[in-house]
């Protein structure tokens, strides 16, 4: 009967929420890195998860791993519309639509996230005093890029996954201003209007002082505009 798999399913998903909630709620994280997610490189955090061991107060399990963060990518709008294969005229129109609105305003991020080299021991030392140890053990530059998580042993991957989520939100505005500033948002025009101020201020320049000659033509050839200004560009010779 479908009407009772429906119900059975919905049971599963219910349970699933629950399973999920209680290993997020009772996720504690001790110490953040001090240093975000980089916008131009892969970022190494290195994680200590701590979780009770069942039956012994006076023990602990310390998982030890390192957290990859690589370098957010850039999903513009025309990436989107590209990921919706085998549609209609409508939906394509609709994807041409979203790029006239919010082609210009749209920031959006991808991040990917690797675990490797995660280790698990029994110590013989108290959650408590066992989190202040590892906190006194860590030398300013590893605190920097050290998270200390507690959480629930049997649900601890998923404790770290939070975490992670977490540290995206955190860092998510600081990595669209660092974009932003280099231009990586820009549509073909706004790159193009960016660049001919750039040269009409090298201009200014070469005018007061002849040695800038030399960084413009160079700036010239890199950003391959240099037969559209040449006139202008021999004139400061005279």
Request: aromatic share 12%.
């Amino acid at each position: 009967d479908a009407g009772f798999f429906d119900a059975l399913t919905r049971i599963k998903l219910m349970d699933l929420n629950r399973y999920f909630r209680e290993a997020v709620l009772r996720t504690r994280v001790i110490q953040t890195p001090q240093k975000r997610i980089s916008t131009f490189g892969d970022t190494k955090i290195k994680y200590f998860f701590l979780s009770e061991v069942k039956g012994y107060k006076d023990r602990s399990r310390l998982r030890q791993g390192l957290v990859i963060a690589e370098r957010p990518k850039i999903i513009t709008i025309e990436t989107m519309r590209e990921r919706f294969a085998g549609f209609d005229n409508d939906a394509r129109e609709f994807g041409e639509w979203l790029t006239r609105q919010y082609g210009d305003s749209l920031r959006a991020l991808e991040y990917q996230f690797k675990n490797e080299k995660y280790s698990s021991n029994i110590e013989h030392t108290p959650l408590q005093e066992l989190s202040d140890e590892i906190q006194k053990r860590l030398t300013e530059a590893e605190r920097s890029q050290s998270v200390i998580v507690q959480g629930p042993a049997n649900t601890w991957q998923i404790s770290l996954m939070k975490f992670i989520i977490d540290e995206c939100g955190a860092s998510f505005g600081t990595n669209v201003r660092d974009l932003e500033q280099h231009g990586f948002f820009d549509t073909p025009e706004q790159a193009q209007k960016k660049k001919k101020k750039q040269i009409e201020n090298l201009f200014k320049q070469c005018r007061k002082e002849k040695s800038h000659i030399p960084v413009l033509g160079r700036k010239l050839q890199e950003l391959g505009l240099f037969q559209e200004y040449q006139d202008d560009f021999f004139k400061l010779f005279n």
